[in-house]
């Protein structure tokens, strides 16, 4: 059957099936964190009506960390403490403490000091990442401490707004998977410095 021969008389095999770039995965990945935050969500909504004290708040934030960003309840660590610094989660995939988390109560307001209190913890751990969250408002540091300790606001979340792509995609990072792609946390950061006045000024 000539019609199923190539041009140079040989026999077409399978089509081979592009390989899939990072962007493609990323994608794939933001899709899904979207979809688990949207089967999330009406919890969430609930919860603001009836202003959930600090433990209910936990519950709630164990949620987030299991079902929309999908740690394993053995990949985080509640409680941790180091040098009289303590930190409300540690999440530790694949056994490696990543990012420490400040947890506050639903709504919460998010104040100075407690920036101080997410990121000593990971400063004296030697975890770079460090998360304040009052479970809807998600603001991540990058903690640096060469000389001093130092935290850079990397991004915020408002939760409340649902998960437009940038958010999505923030979030993403945030999850199993996207820690497991930290080199992608770093190059936001690095942006974001390259992009502040003070940089674009020098």
Do not use: H
């Not at 089509?15 to 964190?33: G, M």
């Not at 040098?83 to 400040?102: K, N, S």
């Not at 903690?143 to 998960?163: C, I, R």
């Amino acid at each position: 059957d000539e019609g199923a021969q190539g041009s140079c008389g040989r026999r077409d095999g399978p089509k081979r099936r592009r390989r899939r770039t990072l962007q493609d995965v990323l994608a794939i990945q933001v899709e899904d964190i979207k979809s688990r935050y949207r089967t999330f969500s009406p919890l969430l909504k609930r919860a603001m009506q009836d202003n959930p004290n600090e433990s209910q708040s936990r519950l709630l934030l164990d949620r987030i960390l299991q079902d929309v960003l999908g740690y394993a309840l053995n990949e985080i660590k509640t409680e941790q403490k180091i040098q009289g610094r303590a930190a409300d989660y540690v999440l530790a995939p694949g056994g490696i403490d990543t990012l420490g988390i400040e947890a506050k109560r639903l709504g919460a307001p998010l104040r100075d000091k407690q920036i101080f209190q997410a990121t000593s913890y990971a400063a004296y751990a030697g975890i770079r990442w460090a998360l304040l969250t009052n479970v809807v408002n998600w603001q991540l540091y990058r903690v640096a401490t060469e000389d001093k300790v130092e935290a850079d606001l990397v991004f915020a979340l408002d939760l409340q707004e649902g998960l437009d792509g940038d958010s999505a995609y923030r979030l993403m990072l945030l999850s199993k998977a996207g820690i497991a792609r930290c080199e992608l946390l770093e190059k936001l950061w690095r942006k974001k410095v390259a992009l502040s006045a003070e940089s674009l000024i020098a």
